[in-house]
């Protein structure tokens, strides 16, 4: 059964433009992208992916030579970079090129996860990290935002944590610094420390 995903050929870049925008990576930026090259076979043959069966996950984007599909629920997300062939068009077995060792252990938690997806149609959340940090990087990407927009560190205090906390908390310093901090930290995730968090 064949997809009727909307495809583009003009590309992918690293940061969507809108909120809600599908974001793709290339695999030589994020190692937990799986390069793949598909070979169509019947819809009976034991290892035959189907992507119709995940139809409710997933997001593809074409470009000349290959397909970026894109697996989430929002939470979790799994993305092949398909080389050769097509998923789209039916049943295929999927080829995986793995060599050496950087990234291998990566690469080995995206089969176990596609694996699962394939098994269960739904994503296994035992396989992906609960992420602790996501309310920290929201703040930090926040401040910097407002940082990069001109606000004062009294106002991009003021965004994040309310009001009544500035102006009870604001003189004593701490504040002023942990904005500071989160200025800093958010620096380096802008200048490349975001691919440490791809996961």
């Given at each position: 059964?064949?997809?009727?995903?909307?495809?583009?050929?003009?590309?992918?870049?690293?940061?969507?433009?809108?909120?809600?925008?599908?974001?793709?990576?290339?695999?030589?930026?994020?190692?937990y992208?799986?390069?793949?090259?598909?070979?169509?076979?019947?819809?009976?043959?034991?290892?035959?992916?189907?992507?119709?069966?995940?139809?409710?996950l997933?997001?593809?984007?074409?470009y000349?030579?290959?397909?970026?599909?894109?697996?989430?629920?929002?939470?979790?997300?799994?993305q092949?970079?398909?080389?050769?062939?097509?998923?789209?068009?039916g049943?295929?077995?999927?080829?995986?090129?793995?060599?050496?060792?950087?990234g291998?252990?990566?690469?080995?938690?995206?089969?176990?996860?596609?694996?699962q997806?394939?098994?269960?149609?739904?994503?296994?959340?035992?396989?992906?990290?609960?992420?602790?940090?996501?309310?920290?990087?929201?703040?930090?990407?926040?401040?910097?935002d407002?940082?990069?927009?001109?606000?004062?560190?009294?106002?991009?205090?003021?965004t994040?944590?309310?009001?009544?906390?500035?102006?009870?908390?604001?003189d004593?310093?701490f504040?002023?610094?942990?904005?500071?901090?989160?200025?800093?930290?958010?620096?380096?995730?802008?200048?490349?420390?975001?691919?440490?968090i791809?996961?």
């Amino acid at each position: 059964m064949a997809m009727a995903f909307a495809c583009s050929n003009a590309g992918g870049c690293s940061f969507a433009d809108e909120a809600g925008s599908t974001i793709i990576w290339s695999p030589a930026c994020n190692p937990y992208v799986l390069a793949a090259e598909a070979e169509p076979v019947a819809p009976d043959h034991p290892d035959a992916f189907d992507i119709s069966y995940l139809e409710h996950l997933a997001a593809a984007l074409c470009y000349d030579g290959g397909e970026h599909i894109l697996f989430s629920d929002g939470a979790r997300h799994l993305q092949l970079a398909v080389v050769a062939g097509s998923v789209l068009e039916g049943p295929v077995c999927l080829r995986y090129a793995l060599s050496g060792f950087r990234g291998l252990e990566a690469k080995a938690l995206t089969l176990n996860r596609l694996c699962q997806l394939r098994r269960r149609r739904s994503f296994s959340k035992g396989l992906y990290l609960a992420e602790r940090r996501a309310s920290r990087y929201a703040l930090m990407l926040r401040a910097w935002d407002g940082a990069q927009a001109g606000a004062s560190q009294r106002e991009i205090a003021t965004t994040l944590f309310g009001e009544n906390v500035v102006r009870r908390d604001w003189d004593a310093g701490f504040l002023r610094t942990r904005v500071q901090r989160l200025i800093r930290s958010a620096e380096q995730l802008v200048s490349g420390g975001y691919r440490r968090i791809l996961r």
